[in-house]
């Protein structure tokens, strides 16, 4: 059974920085696809950024610049590091595997 949690979120001022952590048990995140979403109240949720199995990444159009996805093997987990953030940053994040799995997310909140 796959299991994913996220950490890291809080609450931060624009300009500020977060770095978010998503660590995996029942899957290897270094053969898999594990993509970054965010919803916020009263949207759809959108693809943040993702890492494939051979490193690559790829960002959402509203991120590129400010947040960077990385992975550390040893210890199954995928972060996103988060720079430069603006009140419109402000949402539930999650991760996700290939197979659908979902964490329980992280509150990011960006104050003016």
């Known amino acids: 059974q796959v299991q994913l949690v996220e950490s890291g979120g809080g609450l931060v001022q624009a300009g500020g920085s977060l770095r978010l952590s998503c660590t995996g048990s029942?899957?290897?995140?270094?053969?898999?696809?594990i993509r970054w979403y965010r919803q916020a109240p009263g949207k759809q949720r959108e693809l943040v950024a993702y890492i494939t199995r051979g490193g690559s990444t790829n960002y959402g159009d509203s991120v590129k610049g400010r947040f960077t996805i990385s992975r550390d093997n040893a210890k199954n987990t995928v972060y996103l590091q988060m720079s430069s953030l603006k009140r419109e940053d402000t949402a539930v994040y999650y991760c996700n595997t290939p197979g659908g799995d979902w964490g329980q997310g992280t509150q990011v909140t960006v104050s003016s």
């Open positions: 029942g899957i290897i995140f270094s053969i898999n696809t």
